[in-house]
């Protein structure tokens, strides 16, 4: 099996522009690089606007010993807050002091009858843990590049920690062509795509002879199609026709 080489960011874009004008075409029709190029058009325009494209989760990170510099992996684009789990201290004699713990059993502490309280308790207790969280360093402040993926944490690290991450990301290639939605909308923007380049490479040639005379390309009738469903699938987007909301 023949393998290819990798391409720097640079040349993969040259090498889509020229499959894009018909790049490597013998005959009058598509290449299996083409129809890949299609499929990787759709899921680019589909996670540009598609709020389906992408979900929230949880991921930990592993600090090390005065490193403040991290790069994730690219399917994160978006890093909304990070916690630690516990902060050094000397609360209950451990290694860590833990505000949940420490808000739980003042809680109790207060109330003196092991009874859990009201909503007003509840939303004193939720204000605590924020104000505790606050002033023992239980969150971590930080800038995020989404183009280079690199995490910088507004803290000196001092030993090795374990964090937790909120971010989005772009749900997997593999998840979206099983989705009830996602699938159909990225065939068919494909298969727009493909039709784009084949009016491209159709409308080059024009015509040529051929037994019964002169026959014409129908490249500037694929070209209107395509053109005309990619704005459908577009709208459909804005629509949330996708599911995306």
């Not at 593999?174 to 065939?187: C, V």
């Amino acid at each position: 099996m023949v393998t290819k080489p990798d391409l720097s960011p640079r040349q993969k874009l040259i090498r889509e522009i020229e499959l894009s004008l018909g790049g490597g075409i013998i005959e009058i029709e598509l290449t299996p690089d083409h129809y890949d190029l299609a499929f990787d058009i759709a899921l680019d325009v589909y996670r540009q606007k598609s709020q389906n494209s992408t979900e929230e989760r949880v991921a930990f990170l592993d600090l090390q010993r005065n490193q403040q510099t991290y790069y994730l992996p690219p399917e994160i684009i978006e890093v909304r807050e990070v916690w630690r789990r516990g902060v050094a201290g000397t609360a209950g004699g451990g290694a860590y002091f833990e505000p949940f713990a420490a808000s739980f059993a003042a809680q109790f502490v207060m109330t003196g009858t092991g009874d859990a309280g009201d909503l007003v308790t509840f939303e004193l207790f939720s204000e605590f843990q924020n104000l505790v969280g606050t002033m023992f360093g239980q969150y971590i402040t930080f800038f995020w590049n989404q183009t280079s993926h690199r995490l910088d944490l507004n803290r000196d690290i001092k030993d090795q920690e374990t964090v937790l991450l909120d971010v989005y990301c772009y749900r997997p290639e593999e998840i979206l062509l099983q989705d009830t939605y996602a699938r159909p909308w990225l065939r068919r923007m494909a298969i727009a795509q493909a039709k784009l380049q084949l009016a491209q490479i159709r409308s080059l040639l024009g015509s040529f002879p051929g037994p019964q005379g002169g026959i014409v390309m129908n490249g500037p009738q694929l070209a209107q199609e395509a053109n005309t469903e990619i704005a459908i699938l577009i709208e459909e987007l804005r629509k949330g026709s996708d599911s995306s909301g």
